[in-house]
């Protein structure tokens, strides 16, 4: 489904990002592992279209995305939920869904969404008239997630959707990425609790300085003793 090759990324004169490739399979969930620092969420964000490319390319179903900007992108069924959530803390969860759908120009499909997503988020349900910013971070992690499903994305990435939450709010939002992979959505993600990203992938990259210094199966990340120590700490 996506298919990235030789990207090099760079701020200014900066490289940060050295002749990257790496592959997501439609319906696998992909993660890239890595410090701080790393690379990793400059590389969703050219993904995306945030940030261009120096060198490289990204295909997307064939076709190259590499200069495609971002909203042709979600268009094209590539959605983001960004680091930190960035939801509209001065909109209601209705209203935020309803942003979520920008793209959709049918009334009716995005009401049978919203409905949708309440019955998969029933406690977004119960909060639909609240204001995004009162509600707990778990909350807005899964209204993030929910805005991001109102394209109804085939590729949905996600950027540390671990970021800032208790450990028994964290397993909820896992274990809500393995109920969408159910249907179908492919998922790439870029996560600093390698172990619950493990859990949920068929595939890693790990990343260190912009450099992708070892690849596999979830088991053969978990069971290289040099890439635990090295890169990934105890996992």
Do not use: C, W
Not at 31 to 57: D, F, M, P, Q
Not at 114 to 125: I, S
């Amino acid at each position: 489904m996506l298919k990235v090759e030789n990207l090099s990324i760079a701020y200014g004169k900066t490289e940060v990002v050295h002749h990257v490739s790496f592959e997501v399979k439609q319906g696998s969930v992909v993660t890239i592992v890595g410090a701080n620092g790393a690379g990793k969420s400059t590389i969703l964000n050219t993904i995306v279209g945030l940030h261009r490319a120096k060198e490289g390319s990204i295909l997307y179903k064939g076709e190259d995305i590499t200069r495609t900007s971002p909203d042709k992108l979600v268009r094209k069924g590539i959605r983001l939920v960004p680091e930190g959530r960035q939801i509209f803390a001065e909109h209601t969860v209705e209203e935020n869904l309803l942003l979520g759908a920008y793209a959709e120009r049918d009334p009716q499909k995005i009401r049978e969404r919203m409905e949708k997503m309440f019955n998969r988020f029933p406690r977004l349900q119960e909060r639909r008239k609240q204001f995004g910013g009162t509600l707990s971070g778990g909350e807005q992690q899964m209204l993030a997630i929910a805005r991001a499903l109102m394209t109804e994305p085939d590729l949905l990435i996600l950027d540390e959707p671990s970021l800032g939450l208790a450990p028994i709010i964290v397993a909820d939002v896992f274990k809500l990425l393995t109920e969408v992979k159910k249907t179908g959505v492919t998922i790439m993600l870029v996560e600093q609790m390698v172990d619950n990203a493990l859990s949920i992938s068929d595939y890693a990259y790990v990343l260190e300085t912009g450099n992708i210094v070892f690849s596999g199966t979830r088991d053969e990340v978990k069971n290289s003793d040099d890439i635990v120590k090295a890169y990934l700490g105890n996992v």
